[in-house]
């Protein structure tokens, strides 16, 4: 595989520094990406990046994974028109410590060949006071060269301090590190890093009389024109603690038809034949191309175990005839994602331990239906049921014995109104 010629088929080619692309193409090399730990999880955002460092090691390069342990305390002004809100250390070092985990599941690490290594960049600066810094560091670039960035320049008139001022020389610093201490030649970040990154070319070419390189992506948007990575819910995380593999799985199939063929090129890791094949084959089905596309993405970022329950919340949840057996398979994270796809009503565990009829559960418990007359007559009309089962009179009782994984009661009245007890 090209690396480059894999970017630029899939539209991920945006920039890149004179020379990059021979570069490239005399040897393998070593390229970074950088990530700062501002939030508990990485993002399906943060994934355009990771699916740059896969591409590059599948291209017979080697990736690494540069945690912004450092960075994280300043925050990127790039692509922000106000100044960032600073975390704590300690949420940095935790958000560190998750996104590190995740980092694991994407690419191939180890110590030999081309296999990926993960640097942590608070190794850079934690023995460097700041007058070393501003001396070692600080003199290398201008004031002019670094106002003339545009994370500097779209911030003037809002005004910056001089702590995220500095993050382009954390950035610039960091790629001499890496090309000092692991053979770096290449940083690669989305298109609002070319600044970031082509200052830390200057800081190779100036402190160490070397040459290195950029290539950027364009920014991944959506047809509307809206931010890549967010739904109406908000971001979209790789941590199925954050967006449940449901949700994730969803996400995709939900996207603008106009979106599929850039969300495909930028995500999938089938071949240029294979992509042009699904979509010829599936012309003017764009569901089916999304469905394809939302099962490699669930399991490969959530594993196929989670694709298939995915399957079975799925199955419940738009399947008028599924069985009560589809409903027993699910596990308790399974019936906790249901949940929060249909009404949920807590309960407390003493009605359910004394046992309450199923026409008061209706009409007064979860209020499903306005009155008593109402439920007993959905009752009447064979319409409702506990748990996939029909209730076939108004003096059935719903107790513990309900209880699926001793928390969850679905209660159903028609084919489409469905409701979740959740027992407290």
Known sequence: MNFIEELRWRNMFHNATEGAVDHLSSGMRTGYIGFDPTAP???????????????????????????????????????????????????????????QAQMMNFLEFGDKGNQAILVNNLDFYKDMN??????????????????????VKNRLDAGMSFTEFSYQLLQAYDFQCLYHKHGVTLQMGGSDQWGNI?????????????????????????????????????????????????????????????????FTRYFTLKSKEEVEALEAEHAGNPNALKRILAEELTVRIHTENAFKSVLRVSELLFNSKASKEALFELGEKDLETVAGEIPCFEVQRSAITNGVNIVD????????????????????????????????????????????????????????????????
């Open 130 to 151: 700041v007058l070393t810094f501003l001396r070692d560091v600080g003199k290398t670039l201008t004031i002019n060269y670094m106002m003339s960035k545009d994370s």
């Open 198 to 262: 082509t200052s830390g070319t200057e800081f190779i070419r100036r402190n160490l009389q070397q040459q290195a390189h950029a290539i950027t992506t364009p920014l991944l948007t959506k047809a509307d024109g809206k931010k890549f990575g967010k739904s109406e819910e908000g971001n979209i995380w790789l941590d199925p603690n954050y967006t449940s593999p449901y949700k994730f799985y969803q996400f995709w199939l939900n996207a603008d038809d106009a979106d599929l063929p850039k």
């Open 361 to 424: 559960l209706m009409a007064e418990v979860t209020n499903m239906l306005p009155s008593k007359g109402e439920a007993k007559r959905a009752v009447q009309g064979q319409a409702v049921s506990v748990n996939k089962e029909k209730v076939v009179n108004t003096e059935v009782v719903v107790n513990h014995e309900s209880l699926l994984h001793g928390k969850y009661i679905m209660l159903e009245n028609g084919k489409k109104n469905k409701v979740m007890l959740v027992v407290k």
């Open 41 to 99: 999880s990485l993002t399906i955002g943060n994934y355009v990046q990771i699916m740059l460092l896969t591409l590059l090691q599948r291209s017979g390069h080697r990736p690494i994974v540069l945690m912004g342990g450092a960075t994280g305390r300043v925050g990127d002004p790039s692509g922000k028109d106000k100044e960032r809100e600073l975390k704590t250390l300690d949420e940095i070092d935790a958000n560190l410590a998750r996104q």
